[in-house]
């Protein structure tokens, strides 16, 4: 079955640096990955969605890139601020019929004034 | 634009006890979805509905889960009789017509199952 590891439960930078976080999978061929943000309390909020013959992706402060061969993706973001803290979860999915979305544990992110 | 409405926020019941969580999708949105998280995991999709057909519940417990969407809007799960093992938060979804690429969720309902 397909599994989706993201790199460490946690990560903590100073506010200003680029945050990357990197999502892994293996056993599967997703059409397209996503990032979400979830905030405690909160259900995801969708960030930005890759393709699979896209290598990269921008949205303001935002960066994702997406590596087929690897099986890879990374989310970076730059000039983190301490609003930026919340966990991180990156989700595959496919255009099969019923385009279901398999999500990683998720990366929590703190920003460090 | 209103979001996905789910209610209750939080609900404790007892193991063998019954439970229902409600969900209100965004108005035009045909595609309706029911996730659990437990605690330090990411959301597993439980069933998905398009207008008021079942797309996809290969992952729904049905000898205990069940869920509807009557009229294609409103959507319903429960769980009879819980476990503790079904201590997490229920998410629900829903996506536009056109794409079922980007979610909307609401901000889920707590069970916590004693």
């Known amino acids: 079955s397909q599994k989706i590891e993201q790199n460490s439960e946690a990560l903590n930078i100073q506010e200003g640096k680029t945050a990357t976080l990197t999502c892994n999978y293996t056993?599967?061929?997703?059409?397209?990955l996503q990032w979400y943000r979830q905030d405690p309390g909160r259900g995801p909020v969708f960030l930005l969605l890759i393709r699979e013959n896209e290598k990269e992706k921008r949205k303001e402060r935002l960066k994702v890139t997406f590596d087929t061969t690897l099986k890879q993706s990374l989310f970076h973001i730059t000039a983190s601020q301490p609003a930026d803290s919340a966990t991180y979860l990156c989700?595959?999915?496919?255009?099969?019929?019923?385009?279901?979305?398999?999500f990683g544990t998720g990366t929590r992110l703190t920003v460090i004034p | 634009e209103a979001g996905v409405a789910q209610s209750p926020r939080y609900k404790i019941i007892e193991k063998r006890q019954s439970v229902a969580f409600w969900c209100n999708p965004i108005s035009g949105h045909a595609t309706l979805y029911w996730y659990q998280q437990i605690l330090g995991q990411g959301p597993k999709l439980l069933i998905q509905f398009q207008n008021n057909g079942v797309v996809d519940d290969s992952q729904l417990p049905k000898d205990r889960f069940s869920a509807e969407r009557l009229k294609g809007v409103d959507s319903t799960l429960k769980i009879q009789p819980a476990k503790l093992e079904d201590s997490a938060v229920y998410l629900c979804?829903?996506?536009?017509?056109?794409?079922?690429?980007?979610?909307?969720f609401g901000s889920g309902t707590q069970l916590s199952v004693l």
């Open positions: 979804a829903s996506s536009p017509p056109a794409t079922n690429e980007k979610l909307f």
């Open positions: 056993n599967y061929s997703p059409a397209y």
């Open positions: 989700a595959l999915g496919d255009q099969t019929g019923a385009n279901n979305l398999f």
